[in-house]
């Protein structure tokens, strides 16, 4: 059976999944029955400083996206941080990791922008005998109208300077969490490295409104008449994620800062994906909400299954091996040429592959040949553009199959086996200035 054990930061759980900071780590008895059901380790829900705690709306927080089926595809909420007192949450953490020393504890901060604030807060935090610290540079809404969350998590400059005082301050690990709201994730993750973080955790929610309601004409959730905007989560923001991942896993500036991946982990799948582009451990957060504590159970003993049939017996045998196959558009062979194949035999003859190609594509596929319905790819129009198997409602009906030799009946040029990509083409004019 394979070890899924993990070893983040020095920090060591029995298993890489973890609960994300969040309405299931907010108190001692939610974290208690997470780690009975298996859960690896917890973020402890943003604390904020001493004194009166956070008010948070007391009507509907969360708006939601479904499939056609009702499964839940997101979630937006405007939930703040915890609004229990600050001794408490010290307390319980205390004596949540006494009671679980196996299983990892991070406790999530976010304080005004200040050095005293950070200074008073850390040693506390730093004596409940947690493993590190988590600091909330994303949340979207609520805090960060009050200069906190993802107004700080937006600007590189507060991101190290913070980072440097926790450093100063603080024995334990520390992990900046990064906003999704931003133009390009690598100046943050830079700016978090610079400042000492020892890790990044991504993404936080992005900033978002998923309806409105059209009898009161008002976003959802709704609360007396007037809604706002909030952080979205959820299985449908997991693209997002993992191409945020993957530009800091490859940064040649942020290549090799240990990353906690965050964001629509439903699957043991999901977190093997994660972890093929370099994080070393997952949160999550809306599949608990969704589905409650025990869903670790299918995920811990999915990517265990996954990994004997691989021959992966650590998580470090397939860790971050995604990361160089990721590249840039004008690194992409152009001289790889596919064209897609229907299986007659699996074809239901529902005829979407049809209406897609013809209505939106490249007309490369027949709806009828000799008077009979019959959908057949025609090479000499196939651009390989696989739409068709994308829509197809049949797995593995239609597949892409690799030319390699002779000549591409689209194009009536031969296949040229060496690769080439639009740095060298000639259609670019960049490459003409080069050569000259």
């Not at 859960?39 to 009166?52: F, H, M, N, R």
């Not at 953490?93 to 807060?121: N, Y």
């Not at 090799?256 to 370099?278: C, F, K």
């Not at 590249?327 to 003859?349: M, P, R």
Request: with cysteine; aromatic share 6%; proline share 6%.
């Amino acid at each position: 059976m394979a070890d899924l054990s993990t070893n983040f930061l020095g920090i060591k759980s029995p298993n890489p999944f973890w609960l994300a900071s969040a309405p299931p780590t907010d108190k001692a008895y939610n974290v208690e029955r997470a780690f009975e059901a298996g859960w690896g380790g917890v973020v402890w829900k943003t604390l904020g400083e001493a004194g009166p705690p956070v008010v948070n709306v007391n009507g509907p927080r969360y708006g939601a996206i479904w499939g056609p089926d009702r499964r839940l595809l997101g979630l937006n909420n405007i939930e703040l941080i915890t609004d229990r007192d600050l001794e408490i949450n010290l307390r319980e953490i205390t004596e949540v990791k006494k009671r679980w020393p196996d299983r990892a504890m991070i406790v999530s901060i976010m304080v005004p922008c200040d050095e005293q604030s950070w200074k008073a807060i850390l040693p506390r935090v730093e004596d409940t005998g947690a493993d590190g610290i988590e600091l909330n540079f994303g949340c979207p809404h609520g805090m960060s109208e009050r200069g906190m969350g993802a107004s700080v998590g937006q600007v590189p400059e507060y991101i190290q300077m913070v980072a440097e005082w926790c450093k100063q301050y603080c024995r334990l690990p520390v992990i900046v969490k990064l906003t999704p709201n931003i133009t390009d994730i690598r100046y943050p993750a830079r700016a978090a490295k610079a400042g000492g973080a020892d890790a990044v955790s991504l993404i936080n929610t992005i900033s978002s409104i998923v309806s409105i309601d059209l009898d009161n004409f008002a976003p959802m959730p709704t609360i007396d008449g007037k809604g706002s905007h909030g952080g979205y989560c959820g299985p449908a923001v997991k693209p997002i994620a993992l191409n945020m991942v993957a530009e800091i896993a490859r940064d040649a500036e942020t290549r090799g800062l240990p990353i906690s991946g965050i964001g629509g982990i439903q699957t043991w799948r999901d977190a093997a994906e994660y972890i093929a582009l370099g994080c070393g451990t997952v949160q999550v957060c809306t599949a608990a909400m969704t589905y409650g504590f025990k869903i670790v159970q299918e995920m811990t003993q999915g990517l265990s299954d996954w990994m004997d049939e691989k021959g992966y017996a650590t998580l470090a045998d397939f860790q971050g091996r995604a990361v160089p196959n990721v590249t840039d558009w004008q690194h992409l062979n152009l001289n790889y040429i596919t064209k897609a194949k229907i299986d007659q035999d699996l074809c239901i003859k529902c005829g979407r592959c049809h209406i897609a190609c013809e209505d939106t594509s490249h007309q490369a596929i027949t709806s009828m040949v000799d008077g009979v319905r019959h959908f057949e790819v025609m090479d000499d129009e196939c651009v390989g553009c696989n739409l068709c198997v994308n829509v197809c409602p049949v797995d593995d009906c239609i597949t892409m199959v690799e030319m390699t030799e002779g000549t591409d009946p689209r194009t009536g040029r031969p296949i040229d086996p060496d690769y080439a990509n639009w740095t060298t083409h000639p259609n670019n004019p960049m490459a003409k200035q080069a050569a000259e």
